[in-house]
T-cell receptor
């Protein structure tokens, strides 16, 4: 249980285009989802917290107009990287909190974005 | 100073060894502590979850939390080559709508 499905797993796009990453909770309702960015051999850096039905809360230094987050339902959150540039190339991971016998935070499998 | 400090390694051990991974933290308000395993280019996978101070054991894994010292540990017994991965400690004040704060991760290599 407590599975988060993230798609796509890998995407290559041209500079200036936009890319959408989807994160779905398959067997539970996620009122809150978190989006992280991870550079090679570094830890996960929180980008934003998305709450179902309301605006996302962005961490300091994260451009909300560049990284658009939508959490329209209890099972789906999306991250859109707008007007992507090579410096946006990174590993993006979503996460959601779940409760149950062994509650915690579950993570998607990540999306490797390469902007060329 | 980072909120959570973790030695990045790499840590190389022979198969069958006992592995000790550690993190220190500065925020005494952290209450929930977790260890995640991350294979290359994959999302983190929850290994252990602990609330407040104490020990928790699950198979070959033991997690310890010492809140008085702001120090947490993960022990892996009888390590296997399949344990080779990056291990991330994570913690949070509560499990409401707060995100996790991660350590930088320790890369572990278990040599066959």
């Amino acid at each position: 249980g407590a599975v988060v499905s993230q798609h796509p797993s890998r995407v290559i796009c041209k500079s200036g285009t936009s890319v959408k990453i989807e994160c779905r909770s398959l067997d539970f309702q996620a009122t809150t989802m978190f989006w992280y960015r991870q550079f090679p051999k570094q830890s996960l850096m929180l980008m934003a917290t998305s709450n179902e039905g309301s605006k996302a809360t962005y961490e300091q230094g994260v451009e909300k107009d560049k990284f658009l987050i939508n959490h329209a339902s209890l099972t789906l959150s999306t991250l859109t990287v707008t007007s992507a540039h090579p410096e946006d190339s990174s590993f993006y991971i979503c996460s959601a909190r779940y409760t149950g016998a062994n509650y915690g935070y579950t993570f998607g499998s990540g999306t490797r974005l390469t902007v060329v | 100073q980072k909120e959570v400090e973790q030695d990045p390694g790499p840590l190389s051990v022979p198969e069958g060894a006992i592995v000790s991974l550690n993190c220190t933290y500065s925020n005494s308000a952290f209450q929930y502590f977790m260890w995640y395993r991350q294979y290359s280019r994959k999302g983190p996978e929850l290994l252990m979850y602990t609330y407040s101070s104490g020990n928790k054991e699950d198979g070959r894994f033991t997690a310890q939390v010492d809140k008085s010292s702001k120090y947490i540990s993960l022990f892996i017994r009888d390590s296997q080559p399949s344990d080779s991965a990056t291990y991330l400690c994570a913690m949070t004040l509560d499990t409401g709508r707060r995100a996790l704060t991660f350590g930088s991760g320790t890369r572990l290599q278990v040599q066959p």
